[in-house]
């Protein structure tokens, strides 16, 4: 019977752990280094799959940031109506998509799991596709939300 303090103990131990881990925040990486971790694999994805690499374009990262800030605010992981089209517009684009994800906690991470996806992978190995930008925020709860937009010339 002495035995079983010490075991009651370390499952306690454990389980306040636990809970520690579950209620910190989701990364520790600063949104630009979360960003640059986006491009660099998206790039070494598109390398691997024999595609040119993507350039970081400021009127596509304006975008992506404004996406990843919507879906914080409301703490929604949506694509929006129109978004694309206007981006295409502004930043005279001929063609547009959009990946978007909630909650990894590096920026190699979502791309990973964009990979695993069909329709996701599809838009980062779009031969067509010159250009990247990239957004991150944070939900006043500490989620992460990305978004990633890839443009091509018209």
């Known amino acids: 019977m002495p035995r079983i303090a010490p075991t009651i103990a370390r499952a306690t131990a454990l389980v306040a752990l636990l809970t520690l881990v579950a ?3 989701a990364s520790a990486v600063s ?3 979360y960003e640059k971790q986006v491009v660099a694999a998206t790039n070494a994805f598109r390398t691997h799959e024999d595609l040119r690499t993507v350039k970081l374009r400021r009127c596509l990262d304006r975008f992506a940031n404004g996406q990843a800030r919507w879906m914080a605010d409301h703490d929604t992981l949506k694509h929006r109506k129109g978004r694309l089209e206007k981006m295409m517009r502004s930043c005279k684009l001929g063609a547009a998509s959009e990946n978007i ?3 990894y ?3 190699r991470k979502a791309v990973a799991a964009w990979a695993a996806s069909p329709g996701h992978a599809a838009n980062m190995r779009a ?3 010159r250009w990247i930008g ?3 925020a944070r939900s006043d709860d500490g989620e992460i939300y990305v978004a990633q937009v890839f443009g091509s010339r018209r």
């Open 134 to 136: 990239v957004g991150v």
């Open 23 to 25: 209620i910190a925040p």
């Open 31 to 33: 949104a630009k280094t």
């Open 127 to 129: 031969p067509r596709m």
């Open 101 to 103: 994800a909630w909650n």
């Open 105 to 107: 906690s590096t920026g």
